[in-house]
Structure formats: structure tokens, C-alpha cells
């Protein structure tokens, strides 16, 4: 019998397909060219942008928030030569610096372009960069957007700030851009839904939220957006709704919330608001990584704070898709999507870093849950020659190259074939996010 065994195994490992399946730790010679062949055909497949805000410098709603003074990261900053070969690529720029006079021309162009091209502007550069369709994360959806090739995704947040906001505004100067925004976004809502003011009980004020959502909902929203980490802990509670009912009606028509009521008051709203998710098949899109300006705390808004509402069984009919896959925690994060209902989406991540790290970024996405991640580049008009143009396309060339090396050092290493590396490919670029919203996009 034990030579009977003996023979069986030496048989085996003289198979070729199975004395070749054991993954290698270093990628050999031929990943340069396996590189090449993949960076050939992932250039062919179309984008899904899953996270973006479209729009012009001067437009409001491009974003529910305004960013305040900070720093940004080497490649963020204006001053990256990489912004010189998008202007080219894009508008036929002419020169090789974005100098004051030289960016005077790209400003002028693109307002060429808009008043000539009116509702196609848009749609033009994402036809340049072989995006499909791409996501406006935005405070309302600009008429300039073609709705056959933008979905609207919308702010919730402002609803957790229905009270007096003037002690939160005094935290920092971050604050006092912040929460003045969010004051507008809610009575925003209220208007649209014809609320003269605050409903005068809590029960008033759940219907309220509910019937924006679904009125969203049929204007075209795809999702929910929530950017809370810029305001508050993510360390979510689960108070009883007595609670938050008696914190609503005692400062509903005046006086100033403590912060534990504040709080409160938020964490059973917050947990309100991904149920309507579910209900209304919502995704919910959580900002989870590093943010703008000088007060933005990684420790209080870190993608595990939030991992105790990820994995409660009460909101396994919400989708979550997180938002910059909780970098510079991605490496923890991937593991958040072991959740069935958790997404990863990689916006921001293949703008703030180059190719090369993002490269190790995706690989460690790819080797661990690659069906669970989607593409998305976070562009912005974050001045007039440094628009959301310019970011699309940064961040385009970076998740394709970034993605091609990822995927070719795997196969050289055995980890999957050429074809099984194109699947994940087009997965992660396009099929993954598409299929989070039953044929409402494009």
C-alpha cells in the first residue's frame, strides 16, 4: 500500500500544471515583458470611475464642503510635471511648465472648450481616457453633466447636523468652514421638500430624512455619501432611540447640544440613515482614509473605528463601498471586504501616490479579496488649471500602469495566469462597481 502511495505521488509531481502551481516569492525575467503585454490590453478596457467630483472651479456644488488651507502630498501639488503631459494629452497644451503665463493659455482653452462644446465637455475627456461613466459625488447634479454618462451620488451627512452648530464650529478653523456648509446642505433639503422648518418631533424629523433619500433617489441617486470623519470621531455608539428622541426634542427649537449629546445624537442617526440603505438597496459610501486640511485627525477617523457597524449582522442588506480604501490603512482595510456587503475603492489612492507604490497598494487588494475592489480616481477642480480634467487623467495612467505591474509581478510569480490577471482587470476597472447598482448605470 505505502508503494502504492509512493508511486502515485511521483506520478503527480511529474504533471507539469500541478509541479508548477506553487506561487514564487520574487517575480523572474520575463515580468517586464508580461508587463508590457498586459499594460496592452488593460489600455483597451473601459473605465467605471466609482468615486469623482466633475465640475468647474466655480461651481458650488461640486463638493457638499470647501477645503480649508493644508498641505498636499509631492504629487498633489501643482508644481508636479506630470499635470504638464495631462494638459498635452487633453487640451493640446503647447508648452512644458504650467507657469502663470503658460497656464493662462489652458485656462482659456478650456473655457473655449465649454462654451463650444456645452453638455459634451464632460463626456469629451472621458471619451479621451476610455471612461465609460463616472460618478459625480456632488452636493447636486450640475446641468453641464450628461446624465447618460454621470450617476449622482449624494451627501447625508448634513442630516446629523440639524442643531445650534456653534460650539463644533469653534474646534478649529477647519470647523468654521465645514459646519456652515453643512447647515446649508440640510436646509437645502428642507426646501426640496417643501419643510418650512425642523419638524417639531422626532419621529417627524425620521420621516423627513427618509422621504429625501427616496426623493434622491428618483432624481437619480445611486448612493449616499457620507464625508463624517471630517467632523467627528468614527467611533459610531448604538444608543437607544429614546435617547436621541429627547436629545431632538430638547434642543430641536433652541440651546446648544453638549458634545456627548451631539454625539449621541449622531451615532443613532448615522446608524438610521445605512438602515434606509438597506431598505431602499442605497449603497452607502463612507469617506475612510486621510483627509484635507490641518485638523483632520487620522487617529479619530481610521478605517477599523468603523469596522463594529461594518460587520453587524442588522445591516447586511446595505452595501458599503469605502471610499479611498481607508489609506494610508489600506493594508487593514482589504480585510474589512471579508464582509460580503464591504467595498474598497481605491479614489485618491493612485492620485497621492506614484505608480510604483500604488503598485504595492493594489497588489496586496489583488492577492487578498480582488473581486471585492473597484477603480475610482477622486478627480476635483481643485483650481482653473489644475481641474478635475487633469486628475482624471492622473488618475487613469496611474491605476493603469500601477494596476499592469501589479498584475504582471503576480503572474511571473505564479500567483495567476495572463488570462485570470485580465479578468481581474477588467473586474476592478469596471464590472465589481457597475454591478453594486442593478443595471442603474452605465
Same mark, same amino acid.
Given at each position: 500500500?505505502?508503494? /502504492?502511495?509512493?508511486?502515485?505521488?511521483?506520478?503527480?509531481?511529474?504533471?507539469?500544471?500541478?509541479?508548477?502551481?506553487? $506561487? #514564487?516569492?520574487?517575480?523572474?525575467? %520575463?515580468?517586464?515583458?508580461?508587463?508590457?503585454?498586459?499594460?496592452?490590453?488593460?489600455?483597451?478596457?473601459?473605465?467605471?470611475?466609482?468615486? $469623482?467630483?466633475?465640475?468647474?472651479? &466655480?461651481?458650488?456644488?461640486? &463638493?457638499?464642503?470647501?477645503?480649508?488651507?493644508?498641505?498636499?502630498?509631492?504629487?498633489?501639488?501643482?508644481?508636479?510635471?506630470?499635470?504638464?503631459?495631462?494638459?498635452?494629452?487633453?487640451?493640446?497644451?503647447?508648452?512644458?511648465?504650467?507657469?502663470?503665463?503658460?497656464?493662462?493659455?489652458?485656462?482659456?482653452?478650456?473655457?473655449?472648450? @465649454?462654451?463650444?462644446?456645452?453638455? #459634451?465637455?464632460?463626456?469629451?475627456?472621458?471619451?479621451?481616457?476610455?471612461?465609460?461613466?463616472?460618478?459625480?459625488?456632488?452636493?447636486?447634479?450640475?446641468?453641464?453633466?450628461?446624465? #447618460?454618462?454621470?450617476?449622482?451620488?449624494?451627501?447625508?451627512?448634513?442630516?446629523?447636523?440639524?442643531?445650534?452648530?456653534?460650539?463644533?464650529?469653534?474646534?478649529?478653523?477647519?470647523?468654521?468652514?465645514?459646519?456652515?456648509?453643512?447647515?446649508?446642505?440640510?436646509?437645502?433639503?428642507?426646501?426640496?421638500?417643501?419643510?418650512?422648518?425642523?419638524?417639531?418631533?422626532?419621529?417627524?424629523?425620521?420621516?423627513?430624512?427618509?422621504?429625501?433619500?427616496?426623493?434622491?433617489?428618483?432624481?437619480?441617486?445611486?448612493?449616499?455619501?457620507?464625508?463624517?470623519?471630517?467632523?467627528?470621531?468614527?467611533?459610531?455608539?448604538?444608543? +437607544?432611540?429614546?435617547?436621541?428622541?429627547?436629545?431632538?426634542?430638547?434642543?430641536?427649537?433652541?440651546?446648544?447640544?453638549? +458634545?456627548?449629546?451631539? @454625539?449621541?445624537?449622531?451615532?443613532?442617526?448615522?446608524?438610521?440613515?445605512?438602515?434606509?440603505?438597506?431598505?431602499?438597496?442605497?449603497?452607502?459610501?463612507?469617506?475612510?482614509?486621510? /483627509?484635507?486640511?490641518?485638523?483632520?485627525?487620522?487617529?479619530?477617523?481610521?478605517?477599523?473605528?468603523?469596522?463594529?457597524?461594518?460587520?453587524?449582522?442588522?445591516?447586511?442588506?446595505?452595501?458599503?463601498?469605502?471610499?479611498?480604501?481607508?489609506?494610508?490603512?489600506?493594508?487593514?482595510?482589504?480585510?474589512?471586504?471579508?464582509?460580503?456587503?464591504?467595498?474598497?475603492?481605491?479614489?485618491?489612492?493612485?492620485? $497621492?501616490?506614484?505608480?510604483?507604490?500604488?503598485?504595492?497598494?493594489?497588489?496586496?487588494?489583488?492577492?487578498?479579496? +480582488? %473581486?471585492?475592489?473597484?477603480? /475610482?480616481?477622486?478627480?476635483? +477642480?481643485?483650481?482653473?488649471?489644475?481641474?478635475?480634467?487633469?486628475?482624471?487623467?492622473?488618475?487613469?495612467?496611474?491605476?493603469?500602469?500601477?494596476?499592469?505591474?501589479?498584475?504582471?509581478?503576480?503572474?511571473?510569480?505564479?500567483?495567476?495566469?495572463?488570462? @485570470?490577471?485580465?479578468?481581474?482587470?477588467?473586474?476592478?476597472?469596471? %464590472?465589481?462597481?457597475?454591478?453594486?447598482?442593478?443595471?442603474?448605470?452605465?
Amino acid at each position: 500500500m505505502r508503494v /502504492g502511495i509512493r508511486v502515485f505521488f511521483i506520478i503527480l509531481c511529474g504533471l507539469p500544471p500541478l509541479c508548477s502551481a506553487q $506561487a #514564487r516569492p520574487l517575480p523572474g525575467p %520575463d515580468v517586464h515583458e508580461i508587463y508590457q503585454r498586459l499594460l496592452a490590453q488593460i489600455e483597451k478596457i473601459e473605465i467605471f470611475d466609482h468615486h $469623482a467630483h466633475p465640475g468647474f472651479p &466655480d461651481d458650488p456644488d461640486v &463638493d457638499a464642503m470647501a477645503a480649508p488651507p493644508g498641505s498636499a502630498a509631492l504629487r498633489e501639488r501643482d508644481s508636479n510635471p506630470e499635470l504638464v503631459t495631462a494638459a498635452q494629452a487633453l487640451f493640446g497644451y503647447p508648452f512644458t511648465d504650467l507657469s502663470p503665463e503658460h497656464a493662462r493659455w489652458l485656462v482659456q482653452k478650456k473655457a473655449e472648450l @465649454k462654451r463650444a462644446q456645452g453638455t #459634451r465637455y464632460f463626456s469629451n475627456i472621458l471619451d479621451k481616457l476610455n471612461i465609460e461613466g463616472s460618478v459625480a459625488n456632488r452636493a447636486m447634479m450640475a446641468d453641464y453633466l450628461d446624465p #447618460r454618462r454621470f450617476s449622482w451620488v449624494f451627501f447625508a451627512d448634513a442630516f446629523m447636523w440639524p442643531f445650534d452648530n456653534s460650539q463644533q464650529r469653534s474646534r478649529n478653523p477647519d470647523e468654521e468652514v465645514y459646519l456652515p456648509l453643512q447647515e446649508k446642505m440640510l436646509h437645502r433639503w428642507i426646501e426640496q421638500e417643501g419643510v418650512s422648518k425642523l419638524p417639531p418631533d422626532f419621529a417627524s424629523y425620521l420621516s423627513f430624512v427618509s422621504r429625501t433619500l427616496e426623493d434622491n433617489q428618483k432624481k437619480g441617486g445611486i448612493a449616499m455619501k457620507f464625508e463624517v470623519a471630517y467632523f467627528r470621531s468614527t467611533r459610531f455608539g448604538d444608543p +437607544p432611540r429614546e435617547e436621541a428622541e429627547q436629545i431632538y426634542k430638547k434642543y430641536v427649537a433652541r440651546g446648544v447640544p453638549s +458634545p456627548e449629546e451631539y @454625539k449621541t445624537f449622531q451615532d443613532y442617526l448615522f446608524r438610521y440613515l445605512i438602515r434606509e440603505g438597506g431598505r431602499l438597496h442605497l449603497p452607502v459610501h463612507i469617506h475612510s482614509a486621510v /483627509g484635507i486640511g490641518d485638523y483632520f485627525s487620522l487617529t479619530e477617523s481610521g478605517i477599523m473605528n468603523l469596522e463594529n457597524v461594518l460587520r453587524d449582522p442588522r445591516y447586511a442588506s446595505t452595501t458599503f463601498v469605502m471610499i479611498h480604501g481607508g489609506y494610508p490603512y489600506e493594508r487593514e482595510a482589504i480585510w474589512l471586504t471579508a464582509v460580503k456587503n464591504v467595498y474598497m475603492d481605491s479614489s485618491l489612492m493612485e492620485i $497621492a501616490e506614484y505608480p510604483s507604490e500604488f503598485k504595492r497598494s493594489l497588489k496586496q487588494w489583488l492577492e487578498t479579496f +480582488p %473581486d471585492k475592489i473597484t477603480f /475610482g480616481t477622486d478627480a476635483f +477642480p481643485y483650481n482653473d488649471a489644475l481641474g478635475a480634467e487633469e486628475s482624471y487623467w492622473l488618475g487613469v495612467q496611474s491605476a493603469r500602469s500601477g494596476l499592469s505591474a501589479a498584475l504582471a509581478e503576480m503572474v511571473s510569480m505564479g500567483e495567476v495566469t495572463e488570462a @485570470k490577471a485580465l479578468e481581474m482587470a477588467k473586474a476592478y476597472l469596471h %464590472d465589481t462597481a457597475t454591478g453594486l447598482y442593478q443595471g442603474k448605470v452605465h
